[in-house]
């Protein structure tokens, strides 16, 4: 039978509208013999719960909204399987909107999100959304920033301390040895960018002997990767660096597959390279890569926590959670090696 509604069921069970509405919402008020009777006849008729209608009706959803820079990214992968599991915990489920690191794709899920009535919305921002998102939470939505701090701490947020991220990078390069280095990632309009360049200037500032070139990108991808490669190939050897911290670990497997697929460059004895994010592929790329680890699927899981409890009507002051990140060593930062003359190879 097509389009079965609740009074379908009502007729065919010999109930009440009422008594089908309330087995649905509150079985607690009706007797058993009756919720077995209801349910026989909503399997019956295969009766399916307008979900949508109801939350509109009773105005509390059990969706959450969540907006990434990048899907396709394994950290954004991760952190996102992370909040869906967390959130089935307390009956939620998680609607994942990929801005592509695009303003105005991202305002367009805010909107859909608003339309949809989400319980709240998980957000980790290209650019300042911090408008759009008073907006909503004036609306009843809160919304909680991940992997983002909020400029303002009016809202909260759960992010990494991408500035001590990027010193940790720069002053393993620096213990190393390496002097030239080079940081390649962008658009500087994402604050994670921005952040983990900051790190770096600072480290090389405390390095007199040492200098920094910045190489923007305009996406942090592999492909973006590849084409600084090429480029950096193209330089006389001794007008290129000798150690590259990136952005994230798509754009260093991205140059690491430039300079290995040419062989002209040997990583990391010309050069050495460092990602941020440490990815699953960050270990088995051509050369295991060397990244800074930040602990996406405990960001997930904590930025749940606070906006459900948001949601839920805590009394709260913004909460700002920073996780500190770790630098994992590998293949791509080992020590020069040193040939029976002393000399650095």
Known sequence: ???????????????????????????????????????????????VRNE??????????????????????PFFADLARATQDRAAESGYS?????????????????????????????????????ERLRQLRDRGIPAVLVDRTSADDSFSSVSVDDVAGGRLAVDHLLELGRRRIAFVGGPSAVRQVTDRLEGARRSVVAQTDARLEVIET???TVQEGRSVGDRILERPADDRPDAIFTANDLVAVGLLQALYMKGAVAVPDDIAIIGY????????????????????????????????????GASIDPVRVVFQPELVARESTRPRLIDTAGSGR
């Open 277 to 312: 994010d440490d990815i699953d592929f960050a270990a088995s790329s051509i050369v295991p890569l060397s990244s800074i680890r930040q602990p996406s699927t405990l960001i997930g899981t904590t930025a749940i926590d606070i906006l459900l409890a948001e949601a839920d």
């Open 1 to 47: 039978m097509a389009n079965v509604s609740v009074r379908d069921v009502a007729a065919r069970a010999s109930v009440s509208v009422g008594t089908v509405s309330n087995v649905l919402n509150r079985p607690e008020r009706v007797a058993g013999p009756t919720i077995a009777l209801v349910h026989a006849a909503i399997a019956e008729l295969g009766f």
């Open 218 to 220: 305009a996406a942090l």
């Open 52 to 73: 949508a209608a109801r939350q509109l009706r009773v105005g509390a959803s059990r969706t959450i909204g969540l907006v990434v820079l990048d899907a396709g990214n």
């Open 94 to 130: 998680v609607i994942l909107g990929n801005s592509d690191e695009r303003s105005e794709r991202e305002a367009g899920y805010l909107d859909l999100f608003e339309q949809q009535r989400v319980r709240g919305v998980l957000i980790s921002p290209f650019g300042d959304a911090t």
